[in-house]
């Protein structure tokens, strides 16, 4: 350090500690100030404000209890049936067009008939052919009687400019109905 070999006078140290010890004590009686009257008229004014009401609890009605006895009413989880329309729906699902559930699925059967694009045809010895490509960027050759689209749909004609098809589509009631759709040549 630079005062290292520097010695102080003894008595220079000594008034320095008094002047320090004197300054020290006057910076505490100026943070002791006594006129506070000012803030502590506030605090008694405060205090003595009126107090703020709490309004009481609402009274509140009696809940009504309601007693529910199933042997004269409904069940509430039980759907409600129309003999008529029970009827009706056997009646029709029994002679009306089914799929067959049995039948394995063909490749194109999993994309809906609305995605599918036909981009061409190819008529080959065995017979002629619809080229049709899925969503997924494949191409894959059709012929009248496969199957296609998400609604069991079934070619039934295969032209150049289009394809024929019949789809079984629920009913709503519980059977299927016939629709017919066609699927056209897209350059």
């Known amino acids: 350090m630079i005062f290292d070999n520097w010695k102080w006078p003894n008595?220079?140290?000594?008034?320095?500690t008094r002047l320090a010890a004197v300054l020290w004590v006057f910076g505490l009686t100026a943070c002791s100030n006594a006129d506070v009257k000012d803030?502590?008229?506030?605090?008694?004014e405060t205090r003595a404000a009126q107090k703020?009401?709490?309004?009481?609890?609402?009274?509140?009605k009696p809940f009504e209890t309601f007693v529910y006895s199933a042997v004269t009413m409904r069940a509430p989880f039980v759907p409600w049936r129309d003999e008529t329309a029970e009827?009706?729906?056997?009646?029709?699902?029994?002679?009306?067009?089914?799929?067959?559930?049995?039948?394995?699925?063909e490749l194109l059967e999993k994309f809906p008939?609305?995605?599918?694009?036909?981009?061409?045809?190819?008529?080959?010895e065995d017979g002629q052919w619809a080229i049709v490509q899925a969503p997924d960027g494949m191409v894959y050759r059709v012929k009248e009687g496969n199957y296609l689209g998400q609604n069991h749909?079934?070619?039934l004609k295969l032209g150049e400019q289009k394809l024929e098809v019949l789809e079984l589509v629920p009913d709503g009631l519980g059977g299927w109905q016939e629709r017919q759709a066609s699927l056209a040549l897209q350059e």
């Open 52 to 60: 703020g009401r709490i309004d009481p609890l609402p009274q509140f």
């Open 39 to 44: 803030l502590e008229q506030f605090v008694e």
């Open 87 to 105: 009827s009706n729906r056997s009646n029709r699902t029994a002679s009306g067009p089914q799929p067959d559930f049995n039948r394995r699925k």
């Open 11 to 16: 008595k220079s140290v000594a008034g320095f």
């Open 113 to 124: 008939l609305d995605s599918l694009r036909m981009v061409g045809t190819l008529a080959r």
């Open 153 to 155: 749909g079934k070619i």
